[in-house]
């Protein structure tokens, strides 16, 4: 491997400026460079400095005048010390180039490997560098090759999580894919799952592609939603959100479709229906499989000729909406059963993004937790840390009801915990379960067992929310908020 950066000799003054033999205050010492590049130089200097010292490098260009900038000792000896650059702003370093330029001298010969280039190449044919350093590109050109160079030399060390902690700076920080994912709510994470469907985002968000997005509940599903019209070319039109298994089953078409003064009894006045309202935006709807069998077919006419008919109307209107869809459920065996239409299913399914769940994401249950923590501490002007028993068990639990849980865990814990350090108790993670007795109040017997019948029904009814209603005697979107209110 040859330099990284062009070197020439030089005949430069500098004033080294040292806090020298610790405590004898600062010196200046006025002295020479005899060697230079854009990333450090040779200073003559005597008698040697130690090793990774920073020091101070004052210097006059010519026609550019003088700069002060920092330099560590990387070598110390031979006369003097060979010095890295830093804080070298983009005007320095351009300006510095200039000078280094027409200090080559002997342009016969590769500065980077030392190959003879009697040909005038452009590039080396030996190590491959841009050899054109007249050309205004130049500069530009090369500090991207050494970026590049630099950071292969250096990703030998990186493990694989802080490769993904990169990649996902850069999505976020560089090209931005973060700042339009947290106009809501920001999106954390750096698994290798997450982080494909940051990517997945990315495509699909500026195409009109319909998406369906799949999960456990919990894991984000309306989040990448949001964040798939945040990227869209629609984000300054609505984004209207429609939860199909929260609404009765009777009212769900008006909703969606809107309705005529007097179509159905109780319609006193129109209503215009979601799919009008978010005309030139995005509609997610949520939960897409608890859609009744009857509206789906309507939602499959609707994607066919993008034209809603109000209930009791004689006519339709065009309209455009990108569609967004969820579910938790496993559309193709609702298909099997007949729950589902697969003509329907086809038309939703062109592109999916499944979020994995927590319990997938490795190292981040510990991201999300502390994010949540500092979330909730400043919110509440509180200064509070996990105990490392607190992350531990974090890293270990499973996390059934995925981001919603953690959340929920962490704020009982920031509001509960009596001490600045939650324990794994007050986030009620490995408690043993408390035995109920005499003292269980009415209200503690009433959440066990209403978790349980509901875990158990929606167990017999395969998460089939429409059957789990009918078992248990209640509505849907009463099945709904109970699934919610115990993360099931
Ligand atoms: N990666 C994440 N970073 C930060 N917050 C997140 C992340 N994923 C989810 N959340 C938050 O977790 C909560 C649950 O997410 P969301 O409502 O999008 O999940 P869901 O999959 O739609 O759940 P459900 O199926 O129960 O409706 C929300 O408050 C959301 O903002
Ligand atoms: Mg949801």
């Not at 600062?26 to 003559?44: D, M, P, V």
């Not at 200097?45 to 700069?67: C, M, R, T, V």
Request: net charge positive; with cysteine.
């Amino acid at each position: 491997m040859g330099r990284l950066d062009v070197r020439c000799e030089v005949d430069l003054p500098v004033c080294v400026i040292a806090d020298n033999n610790g405590g004898k205050g600062i010196t200046e010492t006025k002295t020479r460079f005899t060697s230079l590049s854009l990333a450090g130089g040779f200073i003559e200097f005597k008698p040697p400095l130690s090793k990774n010292k920073i020091i101070g490098l004052k210097y006059d260009l010519p026609k550019h005048g003088e700069f002060e900038i920092l330099g560590e000792i990387l070598r110390s000896g031979e006369g003097g010390i060979a010095t890295r650059f830093y804080n070298l702003n983009r005007d320095a370093k351009l300006k510095l180039w200039d000078y280094i330029k027409e200090n080559i001298t002997d342009d016969l010969s590769c500065p980077y490997c030392g190959k003879k280039n009697e040909q005038r190449f452009r590039r080396c044919d030996n190590c491959g560098w841009g050899l054109n350093f007249h050309s205004q590109d130049y500069i530009v050109e090369h500090e991207k090759e050494a970026f590049n160079n630099r950071l292969s030399l250096k990703s030998k060390s990186f493990s694989i999580e802080d490769i993904y902690r990169i990649l996902n700076f850069v999505d976020v920080e560089i090209l931005k894919i973060g700042k339009n994912l947290d106009i809501n709510e920001e999106f954390v994470g750096s698994s290798k799952g997450i982080l494909n469907v940051f990517s997945m985002i990315r495509k699909v968000a500026p195409t009109e592609i319909p998406v369906l997005i799949t999960g456990e509940s919990g894991t984000g599903k309306e989040l990448t939603a949001m964040a798939i019209h945040e990227r869209s070319q629609r984000k300054n039109k609505p984004f209207v959100t429609i939860n199909c298994a929260a609404i009765p089953e009777n009212l769900l078409e008006a909703e969606l479709f809107g309705h005529e003064k007097g179509s159905f009894t109780g319609a006193h006045t129109g209503k215009i229906g979601k799919f009008e309202y978010a005309d030139g935006g995005t509609i997610f709807l949520d939960e897409i499989g608890e859609l009744p069998v009857g509206l789906q077919s309507k939602l499959l006419r609707f994607l066919e000729d993008k034209i809603v008919e109000r209930i009791g109307s004689n006519g339709g209107k065009k309209i455009d909406v990108r569609l967004v869809a969820a579910t938790n459920c496993d559309l193709k065996s609702a298909i099997a059963k007949g729950a589902f239409r697969k003509d329907l299913f086809y038309r939703l399914d062109v592109f999916n993004i499944n979020l994995p769940p927590v319990r997938d994401r490795g190292e981040d249950k510990g991201i999300l937790a502390r994010y949540f923590l500092n979330k909730f501490s400043r919110e509440m002007n509180l200064s509070k840390t996990f105990t490392p028993e607190a992350i531990d068990t974090i890293r270990s639990y499973d996390w059934p009801g995925n981001v919603r849980e953690i959340i929920n865990k962490v704020r009982r814990a920031v509001v509960m915990s009596k001490e600045e350090a939650i324990t794994p108790a007050d986030m009620e993670l490995n408690v043993p379960k408390i035995e109920m007795d005499i003292v269980t109040s009415l209200k503690e017997v009433r959440y066990s067992i209403e978790k349980q019948k509901l875990i158990e029904a929606m167990r017999h009814c395969n998460n089939n929310i429409s059957k789990v209603a009918r078992v248990l005697g209640i509505s849907r979107p009463s099945v709904y908020s109970l699934r919610k209110k115990y993360n099931i």
